[in-house]
């Protein structure tokens, strides 16, 4: 029996909590739907947080938001390939990488080749070729993937469907951009603030430009089945934009926003749960998350306003590279 179920707000945080620290003194206890969500959601949290303040940087959020909704097409494409060939293999993480990785290529080359043949500001090469293709991608769900409910998982999330395999799969993720993080740190600083210097000192720019894409690709992978193609994006710069407010040092932005993330993942899961409990609304977990996203920037306005006096503004120009 699930132990979250009929509790509250507060009470899902007593039990949380207590059934961690039973696991942490040797208890043996089999993982809940409610801690499997909460899991994979910090999973999420942590990866976005730690990629968000690069892609803002180098005003890449444009970009990632085409992305986000242009995997789509990619996860469908892979869908039907496997079907096709195996008859299965939907959620198979490696097959929806695949597919993940070669919609973001595709992108990409789209984008970027309208700016450079066609004369076409960045802006409106994202605008056409993200509207396009996840016009394509919605087009391709319509027809091919009623019966698997792909369109709704894909697009708006299913946390209640999360099984420990998703937790597994994106904690790797996470531990991949915590891996790239640490070891590219210099290089990636460099890059996102000054991309010409960055060419002086021999940093190759436009690899770790690929590397971005490719694991926003993949964070996007991590996290449809819990918030969706179309909600992954709060996580990439809600978090970044909150700590903005307070601090302008990406080495600072890179811890605080990725606890932001996991601190709204938290609320979201035990607001769901005392929802559910209290009055029988089943509501979207990745949704309620993605509220709290908002309602934590929109704290942070507040608490900023109140503390100008105290405070210095943030700067004008992007975080510190220090």
């Not at 993982?31 to 499997?36: L, R």
């Not at 005003?59 to 938001?65: E, G, I, W, Y």
């Not at 319509?142 to 946390?159: C, F, K, P, Q």
């Not at 690929?210 to 969706?228: I, N, P, Q």
Request: charged letters at 10%.
């Amino acid at each position: 029996m699930n132990p979250y179920w009929d509790c509250g707000f507060c009470e899902f945080f007593q039990i949380f909590f207590s059934r961690a620290f039973d696991f942490l003194t040797g208890v043996p206890i089999e993982a809940a739907s409610d801690e499997i969500q909460l899991g994979t959601l910090a999973a999420v949290a942590l990866s976005c947080g730690l990629l968000g303040p690069f892609l803002v940087l180098k005003r890449m959020t444009m970009f990632a938001n085409s992305l986000s909704h242009t995997i789509l097409l990619g996860i469908v494409l892979a869908f039907l390939f496997a079907s096709s060939l195996w008859g299965g293999g939907m959620f198979s993480p490696s097959t929806l990488m695949l597919g993940s990785l070669a919609a973001a290529l595709l992108t990409a080359a789209f984008t970027e080749g309208l700016v450079k043949f066609f004369r076409l500001q960045e802006d409106a090469s994202v605008g056409l070729v993200f509207s396009a293709l996840f016009a394509l991608g919605i087009l391709l769900v319509t027809l091919y993937t009623r019966d698997v409910h792909l369109s709704v998982e894909a697009i708006m999330g299913n946390a209640d469907a999360l099984q420990i395999g998703d937790f597994k799969f994106a904690s790797l993720l996470a531990a991949l951009n915590l891996s790239v993080l640490i070891i590219f740190y210099r290089q990636l600083k460099i890059s996102a603030f000054d991309r010409q210097y960055a060419s002086t000192l021999g940093v190759p720019a436009s690899f770790f430009h690929f590397l971005l894409l490719f694991l926003s690709s993949a964070v996007s992978v991590g996290a449809f089945r819990a918030v969706g193609v179309l909600l992954v994006l709060a996580f990439l710069t809600g978090p970044y934009l909150t700590a903005r407010l307070f601090s302008s040092r990406l080495s600072r932005l890179l811890w605080i926003s990725p606890i932001l993330g996991i601190f709204a993942s938290g609320i979201g899961v035990a607001f769901s749960r005392h929802a559910l409990s209290a009055f029988g609304l089943p509501l979207s977990t990745g949704g309620v998350v993605v509220c709290a996203i908002g309602l934590i920037y929109g704290i942070g306005i507040f608490l900023k306003l109140i503390m100008r006096g105290k405070l210095q503004p943030c700067p004008k120009e992007n975080a510190s590279p220090s």
